[in-house]
């Protein structure tokens, strides 16, 4: 996601949120939209285990790891 008036100069993750000029990475947001994690809490560094973050809005379950950035959690129906 990209935030309004930002210049992306760069290839942007998937599920990252971007803004600036240039676009810089702020946080992570839900397929949905939601905000999910922003700042501080939105880095997590190698050596760190990975991080659960769970979606308010829809639910869906995510892992944010240091090397593959956030991942999507498989949940079984």
Avoid: I, Y
């Avoid at 994690?37 to 869906?60: D, F, I, N, W, Y």
Wanted: charged share 20%.
């Amino acid at each position: 996601m990209v935030g309004m008036g930002s210049v992306v100069t760069h290839d942007v993750a998937p599920f990252r949120l971007v803004a600036g000029n240039p676009a810089r990475p702020v946080g992570w947001v839900c397929a949905c939209g939601e905000p999910l994690a922003k700042g501080e809490e939105a880095e997590v560094s190698p050596g760190q285990p990975a991080r659960a973050l769970a979606c308010h809005r829809c639910t869906r379950e995510f892992r944010l790891d240091a090397f593959e950035g956030l991942v999507p959690v498989e949940t079984a129906a």
